[in-house]
Every structure is written in C-alpha cells, then in structure tokens.
C-alpha cells in the first residue's frame, strides 16, 4: 500500500535562508507524488506534482522537489523563504485503485518564518 | 472559471444530530471526493463520486454517506455525530480521465463542531 511519511513536524527558518521539508514515501510502484500547501483557513493548493516525468519539479512560488527512488524520498526545498510561506505543507502520495483515485496524505509539517 | 466552493463555513451539532454538507465542482469537473481533517492531522480519504455513484471508499462507517448531482455539485451526510466527528470536511473536485493522476482541486472546507 502507499503510504508517506513527513520526518518534520514543524521546521523553522530564518526569512531568507533555504527551507527543506522531508518526505519519504512506500509504493509497491512507480509513485505519483504531490505537495500541497494550506494557510490557515484556506483550502489545501497543489504545490507540485511528480508523475514519473522528471524527477526535479518545478512548482509555484519558488518550491522545488526532487524525486529519488534509490531513497524513497520526495523532499521539497525553496532556496530563500518569505513570510508568505509560513504554513501547513503536506506530502501526498496518489493512490490508484480500479476505477478511482484516492490522496493519501502525510501528517504535514508546519513551517515557521521569522523576520 | 469558478473554484470549489463548500457550504457551509462553520457549523455547531449535537452528538445523534445528523448533518449535511455541501460542495459545489470546480467547473468541467466531474469527480469530486471527500476528506476529513481532524485538528492537527493530514486529510483522510472518505469516498469519491462519479456519474452521481460512489465509486470508492475510504476507512468510514456507513453513517458517512453522500450524493453527486446531474450537474457534478455533491453533499456529504453524516448520520447519529459523534464527539470525534468534529474536523474540517474538505471537498475536491477533478477530472476524470484514464491513466496518470489529475490533480484534486480542494474547497476551503466546512469545519463541523459536535457537541
């Protein structure tokens, strides 16, 4: 079964400095992965999406995150961060059963910006 | 184009009281799906529909039901609440098509509150 694991639950940087959020993933399959954001009392938004393509992603906002199958890993990054990236960042796996699909989401890791 | 919209924002029941929440697809969307976020936690598949018929279920008793209309909108029904019934209920609208994952367009949810 697929399943996700966020190693973080919150991180905290510096505005400015590189953020990276862990994920590691377990798929009996070649996975497809996602990172969604959720700012307080706003919906979940699609960061990116890993669909067997490139295994560096490119999102919105300046995330990236590469895919690295030898370390089931998944991680996201962000050279600099901003204020506005404080939030709930979740790492999801897609899980394809017959005729639907279904999101299997980690438990998230909060991220702290400080001025 | 018009997102998802959920209805309502907040709501306040009693524990046997029945509820129902509704979702409105992000438009040419025929799929939504529905998850529950428990405070603290990453969103918990509960069922999918398609063509007005679930079409896959997560980990929730029958007293979660729902129902997709001819023009893809779509109500989740929680029947006989209990105190751990309370979270933020998120709806997700998508595309269906064979093959790779599309990506899940997310409401900004109704938060459920039993007493």
């Known amino acids: 079964a697929q399943s996700v694991t966020q190693l973080d639950s919150h991180v905290s940087v510096s505005e400015g400095t590189p953020v990276l959020l862990r994920c590691n993933y377990s798929s009996s399959y070649s996975p497809s992965l996602f990172w969604y954001v959720q700012h307080p009392n706003k919906g979940l938004q699609l960061l990116l999406k890993y669909t067997s393509a490139a295994t560096l992603v490119k999102g919105i906002n300046g995330f990236e995150a590469e895919f690295k199958k030898s370390e089931t890993s998944f991680h996201l990054t962000k050279p600099s961060a901003h204020m506005s990236d404080a939030a709930e960042y979740f790492c999801?796996?897609?899980?394809?059963?017959?005729?639907?699909?279904?999101?299997?989401f980690g438990t998230g890791t909060r991220l702290l910006v400080s001025p | 184009e018009t997102g998802v919209t959920q209805s309502p924002t907040h709501l306040i029941k009693t524990r046997g009281q029945q509820v129902t929440l509704r979702c409105s697809s992000q438009?040419?969307?025929?799929?939504v799906s529905w998850y529950q976020q428990a405070l603290g936690q990453g969103p918990q598949f509960i069922f999918q529909y398609y063509r007005e018929e679930e079409n896959g279920r997560g980990n929730f008793p029958p007293r979660f039901s729902g129902l997709q209309f001819p023009n893809y909108s779509s109500e989740l029904n929680v029947n006989a609440l209990e105190l751990d019934d309370s979270a933020l209920y998120l709806c997700?609208?998508?595309?269906?098509?064979?093959?790779?994952?599309?990506?899940?367009?997310f409401g900004p949810g109704t938060r459920l509150t039993v007493l």
């Open positions: 438009s040419g969307h025929n799929t």
């Open positions: 999801v796996v897609a899980r394809l059963n017959t005729g639907f699909q279904k999101l299997v």
């Open positions: 997700a609208s998508s595309s269906r098509t064979s093959g790779s994952p599309n990506e899940q367009f």
